[in-house]
């Protein structure tokens, strides 16, 4: 193992050896986890318990990692139902932390770690950013917003542990991100990519050249982004740009994460087991085929997650990674199979919008999302078609519905949105049917 | 005394006037005022016409949203301090003025202010009381 480690001395930490474990190691060590976790599950979570007993399954029946697809999927709707606390594994005297993410409604979903969680996900998170080329001495910049997303804080604790200095900004104020990137001589910036392409435009605006900063590297993720994106940013910063994976409810950022040959995601496969299906028939799909990820965490504590449907879209890559981790790749995710939208990081439903206009008027206006992307940053504009029962003859009635469904929207998404009151039937509709999304974003 | 005035929501984009207007001309019902109260990003077309029933139905039909509200015409004398006595009937009554605007014709020498009361009922009484004239509709739309 160390002349592995000497040898790619650039991209590792002590913490990487699991990246390089042989296969059949790694195969025996993720057969041994899932057989534990699953039984962790079957015990505590009542949920889980009765899906197993439907299907006449017990932990004894994971006898090899194949036995995975016999297992009952976990969905989002699951964490709802369940919501706040139902799906834990461990006493609240054993948890440590609570993080919260946007559900398909008004409320939020949870998701817990035990301290032993908490160091998986910094040693998940350190493995990330050093296959990134990070080390002890990089000053790192934390944009992630800090708070109940898990981006912020599970960044954070993995540039400690990597050694860097952390410099934890958090969301916002781009001037003065911008003023510590240069002061500080920060070097690697972890935010959303679009958040990095405003600062890229701001700094532009502020007479600040990005390309003469000592930054030289960027590990950006929470939402899907392209190689344009990546050209463009590399072409204006003259940073290398990482993409970095991970969701809330498998622990946050750090499940996957590029190299420096940037050819997929190493999954951190001893820690998330990866599946292949197709979304439609729930079958797992041949190697190499594109469909949903589905993801098993092999080591929570807390909250374990078993076949939880993540419904991103991407492939496993064939084939070993020139870096030569053993972790498998996936492609980099570019769509997803459910109608969920990720504005600037956050997780947006359309059925979220709904029933914030619900609450407003009591029934349900005609209404249109329309994303656009102003200097790099995503925007969201509800447009709402005004009904006769909505409508009243004085201006400052209007300015009140208007405000209303503003902070109802604000409320419900927990991020500043747009609302356009229009006039009735004037909103786009496609063979009848409305057309709730206008993404223009791409273009 | 009630005048019965049609109020439309409109978009503050190009052509969302002339939409209502296209409409009635091509009904050939007449358009007696007109007054447009707007913000940055929409505004209410405030409506007299000859024919107020058939003019609501006519834009809704066509998918605008209309209402119907009723509102009070009032003669104003056109002399200095005309406007200020008529406003003076209603201190300390606490009669509320939702919104007003001038009627553009005048009738004789007489202004007509065109006003959306919070409580028109209680309006019209202690409008009348001070002896001010309120215009019923079809004095107001006689040529």
């Known amino acids: 193992m160390n002349s592995v480690l000497e040898s790619t001395a650039t991209d590792c930490h002590a913490a990487s050896v699991p990246d390089y474990t042989p296969v059949d190691e790694l195969r025996a060590l993720q057969l041994h986890r899932l057989q534990t976790v699953v039984t962790r599950a079957w015990r505590q979570v009542?949920?889980?318990?009765?899906?197993?007993?439907?299907?006449?399954?017990?932990?004894?029946?994971?006898?090899?990692?194949?036995?995975?697809?016999?297992?009952?999927?976990?969905?989002?709707?699951?964490?709802?139902d369940t919501y706040p606390f139902g799906l834990f594994a461990s006493p609240m005297k054993d948890v440590v932390r609570l993080h919260a993410s946007s559900g398909t409604t008004g409320k939020p979903i949870v998701v817990a770690y035990t301290q032993e969680d908490i160091d998986v996900w910094t040693s998940v998170l350190v493995r990330c950013f050093a296959g990134c080329g990070l080390h002890r001495g990089d000053i790192m910049q934390i944009a992630y917003g800090y708070g109940l997303f898990t981006g912020g804080l599970g960044a954070h604790y993995g540039a400690e542990g990597l050694g860097a200095t952390v410099v934890p900004t958090s969301g916002g104020n781009a001037d003065r991100q911008i003023m510590l990137m240069k002061d500080f001589g920060v070097t690697a910036m972890c935010c959303t990519p679009t958040y990095f392409l405003h600062l890229i435009d701001r700094a532009a605006e502020l007479g600040v050249d990005m390309k003469e900063l000592p930054i030289r590297a960027?590990?950006?993720?929470?939402?899907?982004?392209?190689?344009?994106?990546?050209?463009?940013?590399?072409?204006?910063?003259?940073?290398?740009?990482?993409?970095?994976?991970?969701?809330?409810?498998?622990?946050?950022?750090?499940?996957?994460?590029e190299c420096r040959r940037h050819d997929g995601l190493h999954i951190i496969e001893d820690h998330f087991y990866p599946e292949i299906i197709d979304p439609?028939?729930?079958?797992?799909?041949?190697?190499?085929?594109?469909?949903?990820?589905?993801?098993?965490?092999?080591?929570?504590?807390?909250?374990?997650?078993?076949?939880y449907r993540t419904r991103d879209i991407t492939r496993i890559l064939p084939g070993r990674c020139e870096c030569g981790r053993t972790l498998r790749r996936i492609d980099r995710i570019g769509r997803r199979s459910d109608d969920m939208l990720i504005i600037r990081g956050v997780n947006v439903f359309p059925s979220q919008v709904e029933s914030a206009l619900l609450e407003i008027e009591g029934t349900l206006p005609n209404y249109q999302i329309v994303l656009t992307r102003t200097q790099g940053l995503?925007?969201?504009?509800?447009?709402?078609?005004?009904t006769p029962q909505m409508f009243n003859d004085k201006i400052g009635a209007l300015q009140d519905l208007h405000h209303r469904l503003q902070g109802a929207l604000d409320h419900v998404l927990g991020i500043r949105v747009g609302v356009s009151l229009v006039e009735a039937n004037s909103l786009e509709r496609s063979e009848g049917k409305a057309k709730r999304v206008i993404d223009r974003r791409a273009s | 005394m009630k005048i019965q005035q049609i109020s439309v929501f409109a978009e503050n984009r190009p052509g969302r006037i002339a939409a209502p207007a296209r409409l009635l001309a091509q009904e050939g019902i007449d358009i007696r005022s007109l007054y447009l109260a707007d913000t940055a990003q929409y505004g209410i077309l405030r409506l007299i016409v000859s024919e107020w029933e058939r003019a609501a139905a006519l834009l809704e039909a066509h998918g605008l949203v209309a209402k119907v509200t009723e509102v009070l015409a009032v003669e104003v004398p056109n002399r200095p301090g005309g406007l200020a006595d008529v406003l003076g009937a209603l201190d300390g009554t606490g009669i509320n003025i939702e919104y007003m605007y001038a009627f553009p014709c005048l009738r004789g020498e007489a202004a007509i202010l065109i006003f959306r009361f919070a409580d028109v009922d209680a309006a019209i009484t202690r409008l009348q009381t001070a002896g001010i004239n309120l215009l019923a509709s079809d004095e107001l739309l006689k040529k």
């Open chain 1, 280 to 307: 439609e028939t729930g079958e797992p799909l041949p190697e190499g085929s594109e469909g949903e990820l589905v993801l098993t965490t092999l080591s929570k504590q807390a909250m374990p997650m078993i076949r």
């Open chain 1, 46 to 80: 009542k949920l889980f318990r009765s899906r197993m007993d439907e299907r006449g399954l017990t932990p004894d029946d994971v006898r090899s990692l194949d036995d995975i697809r016999r297992l009952p999927f976990t969905k989002k709707i699951d964490l709802r």
């Open chain 1, 378 to 386: 995503d925007q969201m504009e509800v447009l709402v078609e005004v």
């Open chain 1, 218 to 257: 960027g590990v950006f993720g929470a939402e899907p982004w392209t190689e344009s994106i990546r050209r463009h940013i590399e072409l204006k910063s003259h940073i290398e740009a990482f993409d970095i994976y991970g969701l809330s409810e498998i622990i946050g950022p750090g499940v996957g994460c």
